[in-house]
């Protein structure tokens, strides 16, 4: 991972976008964050609505290059999420979509798939 200094700079937009998705996060989200933040989960530091590149992602462990996006039904065969997850795949990441209903039903297997995208013991 390269050091901050070497990263482009994120522009005002961005950052303001980004406050306020932190600040205003889906049931599911919030759910999640529950679990990853602290390093709950399994000691990975996760981040939570980051900026990467052009895109917000709703959550980033950057030591196992694992994007995590929550998705409600208007993500259904969504075009711009397919270049998005390209772009991220590109960059050395892997991308993992769940349904905000699989976060709030069934939290254990999003969480042990979450290890095993992150190379860790489930």
């Given at each position: ?46 981040r939570r609505q980051a900026p990467i590149g052009i ?68």
């Amino acid at each position: 991972m390269p050091d901050s200094a070497s990263r482009p700079p994120i522009s005002h937009r961005m950052r303001t976008q980004a406050r306020r998705l932190r600040r205003d996060l889906t049931p599911a989200e919030a759910a999640l964050w529950r679990v990853l933040r602290d390093r709950r989960l399994s000691s990975t530091k996760w981040r939570r609505q980051a900026p990467i590149g052009i895109y917000i992602v709703d959550f980033v462990c950057f030591e196992h290059r694992v994007v995590v996006e929550c998705d409600g039904s208007q993500h259904a065969d969504s075009a711009s999420d397919a270049v998005r997850d390209a772009w991220l795949v590109s960059q050395g990441f892997r991308v993992a979509r769940f349904w905000n209903n699989q976060v709030l039903n069934e939290r254990d297997a999003v969480l042990e798939s979450l290890l095993a995208l992150c190379g860790l013991p489930v």
